[in-house]
């Protein structure tokens, strides 16, 4: 569970990422099976089928950046760094639009 941008957000392994507001009404659900989920600027990210969703949290628009598949995500201003199933870690060059470089 963590807060941001005045929101409650709720992993739940069985229903994905659920979304509250500050009173506990439930404002959005994603389906994922995301293990975890992060924030940059105005949007949740969470790596999905080797892709990074990022989820716009106030015109719900979602774009898709592929960095190959993963278990854990961590998105940076500069970078997008992916742990791999085998424990490497690959990095990408990253400006914040839809493709790292």
Do not use: C, H, W
């Not at 600027?41 to 719900?60: P, R, S």
């Not at 791999?84 to 470089?101: H, I, T, Y």
Request: charged share 30%.
């Amino acid at each position: 569970m963590r807060e941001y941008q005045n929101l409650i957000f709720l992993l739940d392994k069985n229903t994905g990422i659920v979304i509250y507001n500050t009173v506990g009404k439930k404002i959005n659900q994603l389906k994922t099976d995301a293990n975890n989920f992060g924030f940059f600027g105005e949007e949740l990210y969470f790596l999905q089928e080797g892709k990074v969703v990022f989820f716009d949290l106030y015109t719900e628009k979602i774009r898709l950046v592929d960095v190959g598949e993963g278990k854990f995500v961590l998105v940076t201003d500069e970078r997008i760094l992916l742990v791999k199933e085998n424990g490497r870690v690959a990095l990408f060059e990253f400006n914040g639009k839809d493709s790292p470089d």
